[in-house]
């Protein structure tokens, strides 16, 4: 299947022939009448609209009325249109051409829950409950341009309420599973929601987490909310109120509204088909907007040429409908034809080994994963994974955050075997997926990206603007690409601010990047963490790296507090194993071990040891909130953390550097 060699050597893996061959990305190159990646790299940044015309063909894409102009620039680049006066509602491509097709028949999507219940849909099973959501909907009054929430989890009727509401011409504002009532009631307030979808309750690591009752809490501070659609998930039985309504009355009342209101609601291109929102530095969260041909196409762009998956391939991504990767993998697969195969619970509950038990047992050949899990999961050892047929895997994604080359190594070598291509992507929710991504034609070398994904003009930029290769830059995106998103919800001004304002005309990331002598791209974490110690920059997942390195280290984070000399302090929070104690000896060891590797001046001032580090529900670190916590600052808008109770850790760390400072006894720290 492919070659792989050495952890010296830089390339870890490269196709063979057979990879090539059953590449989606090889027939899309042929169908272009090209030869080579490069040469469809080149092409698709030069010309955006014939590349955008490309896939929209490649994916059988149709429009009515037709569309007059691929790509409308007449406003300027930040707010590009694309398939002007196209006539196109998602649903239409992802489950309506399939239903006189042999399609129809195949799996759409298999689902497990972490009590082991078990439910799959074929395209046509899924098609006819979307038709029945959607005639639901309808029959409470709901309609185009009416915005839902969506606050389940990842089970099988959260993928017919996503495309029903899209179906219905009304716009989803999908939610974290986990959130609490502030977090739900101010995203809904934000847009005006006017119906809402929870489930009783759900499981997680044997617990039932209650969503109905944080639902409730959440709507009784949205005025504009009539509507609580409450999903059946644990067999529990919630309060209802009049404003609540069962799933299974919505369908019945979708039954009784007849065919016209089954029927795909006739939208443009450019409607809103859904507003995700990403956490923000400030206490607002942002809110995407994208349309009915954005985000989806781009997602469907990614999955098929990064991930390689087509009709009938099966596809798990570890996520949550909150993440951009939820209605990423939704949207995407659905438009290609593919399975989904959906968990729901926590991967290694009620034992280590359930996501390699899942992904046997329903024959998962992508599954995509964050670096974060992965680090979590080789802490239980190497021996998990062999335990399980993991031999229809053929592609590992990953997305979230930086690799450390540890953690990447275990995954390469103990779940893929060196047979199977780690494709790492990143990009973000206002992107509609990737900027960077690896694919099935490339060479890989550990923790990188092979190239741009086709249709993103990628660059690296120093202070000036200028391109550069080979140091450290900041990514940027020159040119349009059709899932960019529509701007924030009436926010256009911080829209601009955030990403556009830097250099005219030019998308500004905010990722650290570099670009090696071979091609291969590297994220080195957020611009706006990197730090500058001593006059020298450094980005903190160079220094994580090393610290989980120690074979008693299972996560480390890395911030920078001001400092009168240096201009940056850096301070490493270290997560210990269970077998290893704090000490002053350990704090000094992973001082001496980043001193070696980077050199003195970049060695952490002081280590800090905590049980667990803020995280998203995605898996991303929030090391702004662990720098403003330690400081005892605002930390901005923490919604989004899966464990806010890691705070406390941060704040009595800062107690605990003052202590023995004064001489305190606690020996956690180095300075």
């Known amino acids: 299947m492919a070659t792989a060699i050495d952890h010296d050597d830089q390339v870890a893996w490269r196709p063979d022939e057979d990879v090539r061959a059953r590449a989606q990305l090889t027939r899309f190159i042929s169908s272009c009448g090209l030869d080579s990646f490069d040469r469809l790299y080149q092409r698709s940044i030069e010309d955006v609209g014939w590349f955008t015309e490309q896939v929209l063909s490649f994916l059988k894409i149709d429009f009515n009325p037709s569309y007059s102009q691929i790509v409308d620039l007449s406003r300027g680049v930040e707010w ?5 006066g196209g006539g196109f509602n998602i649903t239409t491509s992802c489950l309506d051409r399939y239903q006189k097709a042999p399609v129809a028949r195949e799996l759409a999507v298999i689902w497990e829950g972490e009590e082991g219940a078990q ?6 099973e899924l098609h006819h409950e979307v038709e029945r959501c959607t005639a639901g909907l309808s029959a409470l009054g709901l309609a185009r341009g009416d915005a839902i929430g969506i606050h389940l989890p990842m089970m ?17 504002v999908p939610l974290f599973s986990g959130y609490g009532p502030t977090a739900i009631a101010s995203r809904l307030n934000a847009v005006g929601a006017k119906a809402l979808f929870t489930c009783d309750a759900f499981p997680r690591r044997g617990k039932l987490v209650s969503a109905k009752a944080a639902a409730d809490e959440a709507v ?8 609580v659609i409450v999903v059946p998930r644990s067999g529990t039985l919630p309060i209802m109120s009049e404003r609540d309504l069962g799933w299974d009355n919505l369908l019945a009342a979708g039954d009784a509204a007849g065919e016209t209101a089954r029927k795909p609601e006739p939208t443009e291109a450019e409607d809103v088909l859904m507003v995700l929102y990403t956490s923000g530095t400030t206490g607002r969260p942002k809110g995407i907007v994208h349309s009915h041909c954005g985000f989806p196409i781009k997602a469907a762009q990614d999955m098929a040429f990064g991930t390689d998956v087509g009709s009938g391939d099966r596809i798990a991504w570890i996520t949550d409908l909150g993440w951009m990767m939820g209605p990423w993998l939704i949207y995407g697969a659905t438009l290609l034809g593919a399975t989904i195969v959906l968990y729901d619970g926590a991967p290694d509950y009620p034992h280590p080994d359930r996501l390699w038990s899942f992904c046997a047992a329903n024959r998962v050949e992508v599954l995509g994963v964050s670096p974060t899990l992965i680090r979590a999961l080789s802490a239980y050892g190497d021996d998990l994974p062999s335990a399980y047929d993991l031999s229809h895997l053929r592609i590992l994604g990953s997305t979230g ?23 790492n992507y990143s990009g973000g929710t206002e992107i509609s997926g990737g900027i ?9 070398k550990p923790c990188s990206f092979p ?21 450290v830059g900041e990514l940027v995106i020159r040119q349009p690409w059709i899932g960019m998103a529509r701007g924030f919800w009436k926010d256009p001004e911080r829209y601009l601010e955030t990403y556009w304002s830097r250099w005219p005309g030019v998308w500004a990331h905010g990722d650290w990047v570099m670009v090696d002598e071979d091609g291969q791209w590297f994220i080195l974490g957020r611009s706006d963490d990197t730090l500058k110690v001593a006059g020298k920059r450094v980005g903190p997942a160079e220094v994580e790296s090393i610290l989980v390195a120690h074979q008693d280290v299972t996560e480390a984070a890395v911030v920078g507090v001001p400092d009168e000399i240096k201009g940056h302090a850096m301070i490493a929070f270290c997560v210990l194993r269970t077998s290893a104690q704090p000490s002053a000896d350990l704090a000094r060891q992973l001082q001496e071990l980043v001193a070696e590797e980077l050199g003195k001046p970049l060695s952490p001032g002081t280590v800090l040891f905590v049980s667990a580090l803020p995280k998203t529900r995605n898996g991303k670190v929030m090391r702004r909130v662990i720098r403003a916590a330690y400081l005892g600052e605002e930390p901005g808008d923490i919604t989004a953390l899966e464990n806010p109770a890691a705070l406390e850790d941060m704040q009595e760390a800062r107690g605990r550097r003052q202590e023995a400072g004064a001489g305190g006894r606690k020996q956690v720290i180095v300075k």
């Not at 590009?80 to 002007?84: D, F, H, L, S």
């Open 119 to 124: 439910r799959s849909l074929t395209y046509h």
């Open 451 to 471: 190239a741009p994904c086709p249709g993103i003009a990628a660059d690296v930029f120093d202070e000036q603007g200028k391109s550069i290769r080979g140091v």
């Open 80 to 84: 590009a249109r694309w398939c002007v």
């Open 401 to 423: 955050e930086p690799w450390n080359p540890g953690p990447w190594w275990w995954l390469f070598e103990k779940v893929g075997r060196t047979r199977v291509p780690i494709i």
């Open 436 to 444: 960077l991504m690896g694919n099935p034609l490339l060479p890989m």
């Open 220 to 227: 009784a501070r949205c005025p504009d909310v009539t509507f």
């Open 156 to 172: 099988p009727e959260t993928v017919i309420a996503l495309l029903a509401i899209s179906r219905l011409g009304a716009i989803a």
